[in-house]
């Protein structure tokens, strides 16, 4: 046994005695980072949603018990933050352009350091009275957006395992609607008969549904579409958050319309698995009427994809030019396997602004929706430039072989280039009107720089003077 001597200055038994019998001071305690009190409501909010018994996420991140185990893989995951791989799977990047998004899981710098801290100190539990309310989960959970109006299920597919990818369509499914409706978000998702505590670590080996092109359209008795109103609706695709539609540019969904695919793409996920689409319509009230024309803005390049072996950092370029003013309402990146990242800018006279940068990772489509008071204002002729950045070596774990030369084509093994998001028209008038409402909203001075919107200060620079 170690022999210890006490030295005593000028201090009485009792405090002496105190001081021994605590294992730590409190101030040290304080500063422990604990499960309950500083990771648990974390993971409440940007995680359990998933990762839950029933959830999409390959374990429950619930209880302690649960959650201690993986702290390492927890660190290591959300220090990713935005690059291929990071839980949870939202990847703008903080430091460039617009940071106002709706629905944003992310965590904070501060978050992802407590984080790290606790799985560095041994995960400790702490006081189970710090611990937040537990959420309940119920099955209206598999619905992001809310429980949806109207749920239309499409026909049931069997994929094989070990099958080659297939194309084709799916038989048009009737959405039994009986009035003209507006639609406010939709959201497709699948379900199948996998069990998710037997799938594979990625969203990929949980479904077999890569995507889906569809739109709404009349149909004759015999179920054949028909010359006339279709509506194109956001593709479907693996692992794809929910749209949500600017609140003034509600989608029209008309009575009687079905629902028709125009290129499904399925995979094998390893095991033989049957499983459908559900399609969730969240309806504006009625009697609504939009103010905004809504559109799909695809930017992309499938011709010039030339993506050569063994290098990182390839870029691929795509320009559009805006006809109309446009308020952006999203952004979403579509590239295939090697695509790591995408930028966003705008192109205005002489200024050139990058409005969003995003990691990409090829398991988890996000569709990035800008907060109302955030989403670009562009007048007509701006210049839409997105950027993609390639990486075809064996350090990307989506790349079967770096070897390899790619170009553009349908398989995930080819490459697409494509900017999938979300804008609205707008006359002059309304134009003029969005920018006085973000100068309000933002208390904006004519000093201060508003990243997407570059007339918004011209009023307070230049006054306009008034017929």
Known sequence: MRNFRLIIRKTSFPT????????????????????????????????????RDGGAGPMPLVSYEQVAPFAGLIEYKTGLQDRAGAMPPWYVEKNTGIQSYKDDPSLSNEEIAAISTWAKTGAPKGDPADAPEPLMFDDSLKWKAGTPDLVVRLPDVTKEAGTPDWWGEIESTPTG??????????????????????????????????????????????????????????????????????????????????????????????????????????????????????????????????????????????????????????????????????????????????????????????????????????????????????????????IPDPRNWQGSGNRSVQNMFIDLGLRVSLTEEQFLEEMAERREALNLGPNDHVVGCPLCLAPLVSPVAAN
């Not at 002496?16 to 294992?23: G, M, N, V």
């Not at 001071?25 to 409440?44: G, K, N, W, Y």
């Open 177 to 398: 609607l009986t009035e003209d409706r507006y639609v406010k978000s939709v959201e497709v998702i699948e379900v199948n008969d996998v069990d998710p505590t037997e799938a594979a670590g990625t969203v990929g080996g949980r479904y077999i549904f890569h995507h889906m092109l569809w739109g709404t359209a009349q149909a004759d008795e015999q179920g054949n579409l028909v010359r006339g109103f279709s509506q194109p609706w956001p593709v479907h695709e693996v692992g794809r958050n929910p749209d949500i539609f600017d609140e003034d540019a509600g989608r029209l969904l008309r009575a009687g319309s079905v629902i028709y695919s125009d290129s499904v793409h399925l995979h094998s996920n390893g095991r033989d698995t049957t499983g459908h689409l559900e399609v969730g319509f969240t309806f504006h009230e009625e009697g609504y009427e939009p103010k905004y024309n809504a559109s799909i803005g695809f930017i992309g390049n499938g011709v010039d994809i030339s993506i050569v072996p063994n290098k990182a950092n390839q870029e691929l370029h795509a320009y559009g030019i805006l006809q109309q003013h446009t308020k952006v309402i999203s952004f979403e990146p579509h590239l295939h396997a090697p695509g790591e990242r995408m930028c966003l800018e705008a192109v205005w006279g002489n200024q050139v602004e990058t409005l969003s940068c995003v990691g990409y990772d090829h398991n988890w489509v996000r569709s990035y929706h800008y907060e109302d008071s955030a989403a670009p204002l562009l007048p007509a002729g701006t210049i839409l430039h997105i950027v993609g950045y390639m990486n075809n070596t064996e350090s990307n774990p989506n």
């Open 16 to 51: 002496i005695l105190f001081t021994l019998l605590l294992p730590l001071s409190t101030q040290a305690q304080d500063d422990q980072v604990t499960f309950h009190r500083d990771i648990e409501p974390i993971l409440q909010r940007s995680c359990q949603n998933c990762h």
